[in-house]
């Protein structure tokens, strides 16, 4: 069983930026893919990115070009990096563990989450 602790959300001007982390511990990440959730409040959780154990990395569309997916496999962490903040990005993060690649981009596509962070985007 591995037990993943995300970190790092707070509030944040709008064009700010945040770096989220996700730590594991009870298993290593190394052969596993890793995403990136959000819940704003109201919505359903949706999909944010996504890094394979191969490193490769995919973003939602609405994220793309300002937040970064990465992974650290001696630490046993996966980061987000978050940049050029807007209201909209406004949720709580949860980092998840991929348990079936074909639905990397899905909820059900992972089996183990973080209690989540959040983050504001205020001014």
């Known amino acids: 069983q591995v037990q993943l602790v995300e970190s790092g959300g707070g509030l944040v001007q709008p064009g700010g930026s945040l770096r989220l982390s996700c730590t594991a511990s009870g298993r290593t990440l190394s052969s596993y893919a890793m995403g990136w959730f959000r819940q704003a409040p109201g919505k359903e959780r949706e999909f944010v990115a996504a890094?394979?154990?191969?490193?490769?990395?995919d973003y939602a569309q609405s994220v793309k070009g300002r937040f970064t997916i990465s992974r650290d496999n001696s630490k046993n962490t996966v980061s987000l990096q978050m940049n050029s903040l807007n209201a909209e990005d406004t949720a709580v993060y949860y980092c998840a563990r991929s348990k079936y690649i074909p639905a990397i981009y899905a909820i059900s596509g992972y089996d183990s989450w973080g209690q989540g962070t959040q983050v504001t985007v205020s001014s």
């Open positions: 890094i394979w154990y191969t490193s490769r990395t």
